[in-house]
């Protein structure tokens, strides 16, 4: 025969433990809750397609005619080369192009990474350059609301096809 003590210790045991598991359960719920709606982070890596052709840049233009590699939210518009942040937060952006000033250039060519149209940063080809050749890359790190839009553009520069300009984004954190 059982002691009666030692059941209702056990019973008691039971009950704690279950009582545990179902505030487990419920932690889990409320975090699962407060996730992001994307299952999976917007990210892009796209490279510029210029079918083996530099592009000249007299004034300043957009760079357009993406290849994209990802783009887990489909955020990028390949055909403009506009991302477009689809929830609030700070973004990790890195672009780079392989550029050359223009020949007998006056000004300093550029390649800018811009906000909604507003210049975020710049890469700057020196026009006493004009002979050399600059891989260039720059990364920005900042906040977007949802909706901003991020495009490269460029000025008074010739981009080279090889290696192809190529813009990557990440949602770091909301």
Same mark, same amino acid.
């Given at each position: ?6 059941? =209702? ?7 704690q433990?279950?009582?545990?598991? *179902? ?7 409320? #975090?699962? *809750? ?12 796209? $490279?510029?397609?210029?079918?083996? $052709? ?15 590699? =990802? ?6 518009a390949?055909? #403009?080369?506009?991302? #477009?942040?689809?929830? $609030? ?6 672009? %780079?192009?392989?550029?050359t ?7 300093? %060519?550029?390649?800018? =990474? ?15 350059m ?45």
């Amino acid at each position: 025969m059982q002691n009666i003590g030692a059941v =209702l210790r056990r019973n008691a045991l039971l009950a704690q433990r279950t009582s545990n598991v *179902a505030h487990d359960a419920s932690n889990v719920a409320y #975090t699962a *809750a407060q996730r992001p709606a994307y299952t999976t982070l917007p990210a892009v890596y796209a $490279t510029v397609n210029m079918a083996g $052709t530099p592009r000249t840049f007299t004034t300043f233009g957009t760079l357009s005619n993406y290849t994209v590699q =990802l783009d887990r939210a489909s955020n990028m518009a390949s055909n #403009t080369g506009v991302f #477009t942040a689809p929830v $609030t937060g700070i973004y990790s952006v890195s672009y %780079g192009a392989n550029m050359t000033a223009l020949e007998n250039a006056e000004r300093n %060519g550029f390649v800018q =990474l811009r906000k909604s149209g507003t210049v975020l940063a710049d890469m700057t080809m020196h026009a006493f350059m004009s002979t050399e050749t600059m891989f260039n890359s720059r990364t920005y790190l900042g906040r977007l609301q949802q909706g901003d839009t991020l495009h490269m553009t460029a000025s008074n520069t010739v981009i080279l096809p090889s290696p192809p300009p190529f813009f990557q984004v990440h949602l770091v954190t909301q």
